[in-house]
């Protein structure tokens, strides 16, 4: 199982980006997708997910309204839209495939794509 997060980058603040998590090696439209960032000294941190069935999305408080996540079965991807950019927002983001089935969780990591906020 393979988890390739790209998209990341340095943008100025109320800027935007777009990442995006190719996943291969799973059976992609069964998992709930999230991301996750790190900020440098704290620790990581759930951002938004899109659930398998139904596509039902939950965000952190902190990007709600400002970031969305959409996923592309077709395509085995997930992406995850930035709008409106702060400072606070500069983390290393990971994409995370996770499924719970016949009471086993498994879980799935990327490697992460840096994104900073700066002026």
């Known amino acids: 199982v393979q988890l390739v997060e790209s998209g990341g980058g340095l943008v100025q603040p109320g800027r935007s980006l777009r990442l995006s998590c190719v996943a291969s090696?799973?059976?992609?439209?069964?998992?709930?997708m999230r991301w996750f960032r790190q900020a440098p000294g704290k620790e990581r941190e759930s951002v938004a997910e899109?659930?398998?069935?139904?596509?039902?999305?939950n965000y952190a408080d902190s990007v709600k309204d400002r970031f969305t996540i959409f996923r592309d079965n077709s395509k085995n991807t997930v992406y995850l839209q930035m709008n409106s950019l702060k400072l606070e927002d500069t983390a290393l983001y990971y994409c995370?495939?996770?499924?719970?089935?016949?009471?086993?969780?498994?879980?799935?990591w990327g490697q992460g794509t840096q994104v900073t906020v700066s002026s």
């Open positions: 995370n495939a996770y499924r719970v089935r016949f009471g086993k969780r498994t879980n799935y």
């Open positions: 090696g799973l059976s992609f439209s069964n998992y709930d």
């Open positions: 899109i659930l398998s069935a139904g596509g039902r999305t």
